[in-house]
């Protein structure tokens, strides 16, 4: 009996769960012969029938990489080959992958069962020319010696890979991927690109009146701002919703938020007498805002507030991400990303604070 070839999607947030889905209704895919890999516990509400592979004991054999996960880097290819094998019944599939430059999704290309591979959409990493050649993903003199001894004999990994390029060691895969994406007009990139709308469906959630969504980002957690600062940014913030005459505030945080910094934030809300509200991780504010008009969105530099805007213009998006520059950022390549998203932002009509 011949298997049927089987579809790898990689899906980490309801932004990469939205384009999957879309892509399937695209290619007219049969479910059964889809498979969801997810690094973050990705769950959604709406589609509970469908099953996330949760392998996020595996991303974390290769990132951060360490010198001690160099060494066993061999055997850490073998685990997740075989991991990602059975998950298609040792068949043949494409893959669906948001980036390239993690090396997770470079094992995966190179898989001897994967015949092909395609990006899908993630965020505003998708529009930043310099990512289509280059990573900023820097490794030091050591690591680099170390890996290329390994590159010799493995050929499945290339370190600083670009986000979106063509994978160097892709011998038995198709020469060039296709890049499906969501139909806006912000895209430069046009090489072998499907420009689709995301399946939009019912929500059953109600919003209070006189409210505002409020887009936490992770800029403690992955230690580019201190907390302090932080804290006083979104103290800043709750004070203009605040004498904008709005009382209740829907707060969407990000899958790494710590709670320590989830509950200050409540915190600070109840200091200036202002309801905060959870959005649970399941719930997708994307969907939200394509259901509901003349909302008002609020944060730093997430991609959420770019698609708030680009999924409905009668959204009002306000940002600021033109503060930052003001903050310690600790890592250079967020400076980078603040002047890009920040250039995107003016394009598409986000509003700075």
Request: aromatic residues 14%; glycine residues 2%; contains cysteine.
């Amino acid at each position: 009996m011949k298997v049927e070839k089987q579809h790898i999607f990689v899906v980490h947030s309801h932004t990469t769960f939205y384009m999957a889905i879309s892509i399937i209704d695209y290619l007219k895919l049969p479910y059964d012969n889809c498979v969801f890999i997810s690094d973050r516990k990705y769950k959604n509400r709406y589609f509970e029938n469908i099953v996330f592979n949760d392998l996020q004991n595996i991303f974390v054999k290769f990132s951060p990489l360490k010198l001690s996960k160099i060494v066993f880097l061999r055997k850490s290819i073998k685990i997740t080959d075989k991991k990602v094998n059975s998950l298609v019944n040792n068949s043949q599939y494409i893959a669906y992958i948001p980036q390239l430059s993690h090396p997770f999704f470079q094992i995966l290309v190179s898989n001897k069962n994967c015949l092909a591979y395609n990006y899908i959409e993630e965020g505003i990493a998708n529009y930043r020319k310099e990512l289509y050649t280059y990573s900023f993903f820097q490794l030091s003199s050591t690591k680099k010696i170390i890996i290329n001894v390994f590159n010799r004999f493995l050929k499945r990994i290339v370190f600083n890979h670009s986000f979106f390029g063509h994978y160097k060691y892709s011998t038995n895969l198709q020469p060039s991927p296709k890049y499906f994406y969501l139909k806006n007009n912000c895209h430069f990139f046009k090489e072998n690109v499907v420009l689709l709308d995301w399946i939009k469906h019912d929500v059953d959630i109600e919003l209070l009146n006189n409210c505002a969504i409020f887009i936490s980002s992770v800029l403690v957690e992955y230690n580019l701002i201190d907390e302090r600062t932080y804290l006083l940014m979104i103290e800043k913030l709750i004070e203009k919703i605040v004498d904008s005459n709005l009382s209740n505030l829907y707060i969407k945080f990000h899958p790494f938020q710590s709670t320590e910094i989830k509950n200050k934030i409540h915190k600070i809300c109840d200091k200036h007498d202002l309801n905060s509200i959870l959005i649970p991780d399941n719930e997708s504010v994307e969907q939200i805002v394509m259901n509901i008009d003349y909302l008002k969105i609020y944060g730093f530099e997430s991609s959420l507030l770019f698609y708030s805007k680009i999924l409905n213009k009668t959204t009002e998006v306000y940002s600021l991400n033109n503060f930052i520059d003001a903050f310690n950022v600790k890592d250079k390549s967020q400076v980078v990303e603040n002047s890009s998203s920040k250039e995107l932002y003016s394009n598409c009509g986000i509003i700075k604070l």
